[in-house]
Each structure stands twice: as C-alpha cells, then as structure tokens.
C-alpha cells in the first residue's frame, strides 16, 4: 500500500514516516500542499494522511481540490484544531476521517487499516494466497506453512504486487515506480536485490519453487502454480482447435514469413470474393430487369445497392481499387432517389460488365503494398544535441529493429514529425543552443500526437521534474547513465505494450463477411 503524508513538521513527519513503513507501508512526503497536490496527481495512491495547516495550499483547500478533480483515494485528516467547526469543514471538505493532534500511533494505525479496508475492501480484506503462502493485507502478516516470514518493506511490497497480479510481467522499472517512494532514486539493480532476498527468505521458510518467475528480456511476474499450468493448457489447446483454420501455426514468425502469409490470405479472400461475385450479378441483373419496366421492388433495390455498398469495401482492401470506384458508381445509381432515372438501368449493365472484367485481371496496384508495413523498422525520434549520447544509441540500435533518427531542438523534432511520424520519441529536458526546454515539446506532443509514446531521458535525476514529466503523460524517465542497450529496451517494451505488436483483442464489426 503507497501512502501519501502531507506534514510541514519534521519531527512529526519523521516519526509517522518510521511507523507507518514499521507497517509495511510505501511511504511519499510533501512538506505543503502544491508539492502534495503534484504528487497526488503524479501517482497512484491508497491513501492520503493530511495536515491541516500546511503552506502554500491549506489541507481543508488540498483536500476540496482533490475531490473537485475526481480523486477518490481516502483522506484521512490530521490537525491541532480541536474545533467542531473545523471538524465540519473538513469532512465536509471530503476528508473520511479526522484525528486531533496529539495522537496515538496504534489508534492512527488503526484508522488508517480501516480507511484502507473502506477504500479497497475488495482487495485488502482478502487474504493473498499461492501455495502454502499467505498474506493477510490487513495486517501485513506473511506466513508459509503457518510459519511467520519477516520480510522487510519492500520484500513485501514486491511479493504483495505479484500476488495482485498473477499473470501481469513487471520490468524493473515499472516496479521502481510502484514499489519505491518519489523521493528515491535507487538504480534497477534494486529490484534484482531485493527479489533475490525475497527468494531467498521464501526458501529458508520451506518452499521449493521459486514464487517469481524470471522472463527474460522483459522482467519478472508470478510462477504458475501447477494445477494452473494445467488449467492454461487446456483452455490454450482449445482455442488453437477453434482458430486453427484462420489462425494458424502460433509460432513467432519472421517478417518476411508474415509478409507471405498475408499475402496468402488476401489471395484466397479474393478467389473467395470472385466466387461469390456470381450470385451478387444475379441480384444485380434482377433488379436491372426491373428498372427497365418501372417495377422495381424497394426490397430488391436496397439488396442490390447494400451488395454494391460491400464490395466497395471489400474490393478497396483486397487490392481492387478500380473495382471499389465502379462499385461506388453502382451504389450511387441505386439509391431511391436516383434508380428510375432514364437510361439509369443502361448505366448500372455498363458498369456491372466493367466490374466483371476488372475480377477477371490481375491487380493494377502490387499486392506488397498491401503488408508494407509490416518489414518497416520501428522509428526512433531521439530530441536531444548531446551528439555523443545520440550516437552511442545509434551504434547499440544497429541491427536491432530500429531506425534511429536524431533532431538537435524542439523546432527540427517538430519538422521531422511533420514529415514521417516516428513509432516513439525519445526527449531530453534541456538544450543548449535553444531557451525552449523538453517539457514545453511534451506538452505539445501529448496534445497533438498522443498515440506517440515520448520517453524523457535526461542527465538530471529531479524529483520536480519527475512529477511534471509523469504529470504531462510521458510513457517513461529514464536517466542517461543507463546503458544505451537498456534504453532501446525500454523504448521496446513500451512500444510492445502500445503498439500493433501488443497482445490485444479486437472486435470487428463488419456484415460482409469477405471482408471480415
């Protein structure tokens, strides 16, 4: 659990900072109300713990902003102001709870186990189990075997994030940013230390499995235990049966193997198209019949005109666009107001038989235009005039799938984005040749490019300019004495995780069933 306690004492602060992480809390600070305002609306957390009075920005008015803009996390108040009146302005502030200083630690632990119970009831009163393990999230006790484990704060940070989440893959640096406090800036080695202990621990205490699972190149996530492997495997074997025909083989393939089979679908979706084009004459020609002797039936002629509707589409995507631009002509000469117009049936015979003969030759357009994208490298937009930097990423992306391309200032990232848009942006915060700093750039790029993943990456380390970056919707910070390699793996996870290359499912809603 990640609590956010705002308190300008810092003997107080100090002192609620050591119990609470005695309790296997996450802890963040903020000395006045803006910085708790930046932060709150910078991170994820659980729970607030206010002071009343603060500067720059009172609790009773943070805690009024917070809710106006949405927030739902439980405020808990804490004051020297033993007033009734302020007691009403608080809660009616939207603050859930509110203790007079001074207090007591154990009843303020208690209150706070309450508000967290309240706010997450569905999570915390639950207990976490895998295996022998259990976690009680109440009372933040681990056991195995009904043998009590001590672990320390972020060991149980880390066991309690994969336990909510079994099947999710966490990189290092997604648990650096949910496991560790702002003010922090630990390397991604932590990480790696401190699962060690935690497996280390988890063994003593008599298990024979390792609980987290090593996925190499991407991070770490939850072993599956093995009814659940068993369970996955059946569900998989039955939705390779029910795919296998338009599916295929689930085997990684290369570009060039998925370039042909696309190319092999697009060809039998057409042989299909062609086929079928037969009995679609024959509505055709029925309503032509019928057109020439002024009884067209309105049930015939929307058949005819919703048939020439879907091969506008179909012959578009399969590579026919001249057939797509004759359909349209056809779907044109149907609709109502225009079908019994003179010489309009000689029309639509002109340019049935023209569709005829452009199913009967190959496509005017190559086919491989079709699935160009699909051997495109991945394009990076590195905005940074630390040539030396820029270069180090352009020797390790060599043959990695990137194409790197590198803009000295905001203004030259601006035109290049204007003629080819990158697949991802990595932004430095300062440039020496220009007073526009990195995060006036991000700013813009969110607004106008939000499908762009941007990544910052800087040779400064500020928890300021952290927030504002995470503030602004950048996908990532990342510090420049990071290995160029470990960037690039950055950049791809993202891109993974946003991209066409993401595990995703799309529903498409389509009645012509070619192009479905």
Not at 1 to 28: F, Q
Not at 123 to 141: A, C, G, K, Q, Y
Not at 282 to 294: C, N, P, S
Not at 360 to 385: K, T
Request: proline share 4%; charged share 25%; with cysteine.
């Amino acid at each position: 659990m990640k609590i956010l306690l705002v308190e300008d004492d810092t003997i107080t602060t100090n002192l609620l900072t050591r119990a609470l992480n005695s309790h296997n809390y996450n802890v963040n600070a903020a000395a006045d109300g803006e910085t708790a305002l930046q932060l709150a609306q910078a991170y994820d957390y659980d729970l607030i713990v206010l002071d009343v009075l603060i500067p720059k920005l009172d609790g009773i008015s943070l805690c009024r902003e917070l809710r106006s803009s949405g927030c739902q996390v439980p405020i808990l108040l804490l004051t020297a102001l033993d007033s009734r009146s302020n007691l009403v302005q608080g809660l009616e502030a939207g603050a859930d709870d509110y203790m007079v200083k001074p207090f007591n630690i154990e009843e303020l632990m208690a209150r706070i186990r309450a508000l967290l119970r309240r706010g997450k009831a569905a999570l915390s009163s639950t207990n976490l189990t895998w295996e022998n393990l259990l976690v009680n999230p109440d009372t933040t006790e681990v056991s195995y075997a009904e043998k009590v484990l001590h672990l320390t704060p972020k060991e149980y940070h880390l066991l309690e994030l994969f336990l909510r989440n079994p099947r999710r893959i966490f990189s290092r640096s997604a648990i650096l940013d949910r496991i560790w406090s702002a003010g922090e800036f630990p390397q991604e080695e932590a990480v790696t230390a401190h699962i060690k202990g935690l497996r280390h621990k988890l063994k003593a205490a008599g298990m024979s499995v390792d609980l987290v699972e090593t996925v190499y190149g991407l991070g770490y996530r939850l072993k599956s235990l093995p009814e659940d492997i068993e369970c996955q495997k059946v569900a998989g074997e039955t939705a390779e049966t029910a795919s296998a025909e338009s599916s295929g083989s689930n085997l990684e393939l290369s570009n060039d193997e998925r370039r042909l089979k696309v190319l092999s679908v697009v060809a039998q979706i057409r042989g299909k198209l062609r086929a079928n084009f037969i009995e679609k004459v024959a509505i055709f020609d029925r309503a032509i019949a019928q057109i020439q002797t002024g009884t067209l039936a309105d049930e015939l002629r929307r058949e005819a005109q919703d048939q020439a509707h879907k091969l506008v589409g179909s012959l578009g995507t399969l590579g026919l666009p001249q057939g797509s631009d004759v359909a349209r002509n056809i779907e044109h000469l149907l609709k109502a107001q225009n079908v019994l117009k003179p010489g309009n049936a000689q029309q639509i015979e002109e340019l049935l038989h023209l569709l005829k003969q452009i199913f009967d030759r190959p496509p005017s357009e190559p086919e491989s235009e079709l699935v160009a994208e699909v051997s495109q490298q991945r394009r990076i937009l590195i905005v940074d005039d630390d040539i030396l930097a820029s270069d180090r990423l352009k020797i390790a992306a060599s043959g990695s799938g990137f194409e790197i391309e590198v803009a000295n200032s905001p203004q030259a990232a601006r035109i290049a984005i204007s003629q080819q848009c990158p697949d991802a942006i990595l932004l430095d915060l300062s440039f020496s040749r220009t007073q526009e700093k990195g995060l006036s750039l991000l700013a813009e790029l969110r607004s106008k490019k939000p499908e762009v993943p941007v990544m910052v990456f800087s040779g400064h380390n500020q928890l300021s300019d952290r927030i504002e970056v995470a503030r602004l919707g950048a996908s990532g910070f990342l510090h420049k004495s990071i290995p160029p390699a470990d960037i690039l793996k950055a950049v791809a996870q993202v891109l993974d995780q946003t991209g066409p290359a993401a595990e995703a499912k799309v529903m498409v809603v389509d009645d012509d069933v070619h192009l479905l």
